[in-house]
């Protein structure tokens, strides 16, 4: 078996997804319009050739997998969609992103008119590679109509895991996951935030190191994501806002946490500044870390 499959874009995931194919027998191709240096310096590294021409890109591939930031997800497709209706052999569209059902459900009705069949899909969990070589992690599942046919790229080593036929369903999964992790992640930088304002930032210190030693060694690895991630994790949250739009409360949860991670990013755009709740964040973490 030897598939061709197009992984847009060459971010973490993208190019960790992108190097595990290639690592394993795949052929594995790229677009990198509007894309950074370290994207392009990502799609070396992972082995992925690089296309100018969305329809070159396409031709006689079998997958195309869309790894973007949420809010991409639509103008990704809308923008491949000429390309993939004029192709002859059609791949599978597969939208792997941090997005709601309702945005998968639109980004699917979007590719329709081109013929391509579509998955939805919801990655799990980080990328990591084994002293070995052996790949670990993350989980990722599928479903919608051709949910069975992209399993088969399990062949190169990654964990597929089929959910059902409907679309949505990996996008709920999704959702659910994030919304459980990150959601720990924004209370607690809020509560500390609120402590350091009410000068019980090193009372509260005491009580975690005291009582709550599973939550902070939780923590302690997922607060410095903070400073790499929050302006991506504001978008995924507002897509949880979304699939909890019927929810009481929910919707209006998640928003809050996505102002909280855009105002993060932010911080993190202005490290150093007095007042910088990225750095009293981190100055929380290493204090209690020390002990």
């Known amino acids: 078996m030897e598939s061709t499959v197009v992984v847009i874009a060459m971010g973490e995931m993208g190019a960790g997804i992108a190097k595990r194919l290639t690592s394993r027998g795949a052929r594995v191709r790229t677009s990198l319009k509007g894309r950074s240096e370290g994207s392009a310096r990502r799609a070396k590294e992972a082995g992925a050739q690089i296309f100018e021409d969305d329809g070159a890109l396409l031709e006689g591939a079998d997958f195309v997998l ?12 809308e923008r491949l969609a000429p390309a993939l209706q004029a192709v002859a052999r059609k791949p599978v569209y597969v939208d792997c992103n941090a997005v709601s059902p309702a945005t998968a459900a639109a980004v699917a009705a979007i590719l329709a008119p081109s013929g391509c069949r579509f998955a939805d899909c919801g990655i799990l969990g980080i990328l990591d590679l084994a002293p070995k070589g052996e790949h670990l992690g993350p989980r990722i599942y599928l479903s919608g109509p051709a ?3 992209v399993a088969a790229l399990a062949y190169y080593g990654l964990d597929m895991r089929v959910l059902g036929g409907e679309i949505g369903m990996a996008s709920a999964l999704k959702c659910c996951y994030a919304a459980l992790g990150k959601g720990v992640i924004a209370i607690a930088a809020e509560m500390i935030l609120g402590a350091r304002r009410a000068g019980v930032d090193e009372a509260l210190r005491r009580e975690l190191a005291a009582n709550l030693p599973q939550l902070w060694a939780c923590l302690s690895r997922g607060l410095p994501d903070i400073n790499s991630r929050a302006n991506r994790w504001g978008g995924e949250m507002e897509e949880i806002a979304a699939f ?3 929810t009481p409360g929910g919707e209006m949860i998640y928003r809050g946490i996505a102002e909280l991670y855009d105002r993060l990013a932010e911080a993190v755009r202005q490290r150093g500044d007095a007042g910088n709740e990225i750095d009293a964040i981190e100055d929380f973490r290493a204090a209690l870390n020390s002990r």
């Not at 869309?66 to 990704?76: E, F, G, K, N, Y």
């Open 147 to 149: 949910a069975q046919e």
């Open 66 to 77: 869309s790894i973007v930031p949420p809010a991409a997800a639509r103008s990704l497709a």
């Open 244 to 246: 909890l739009d019927n």
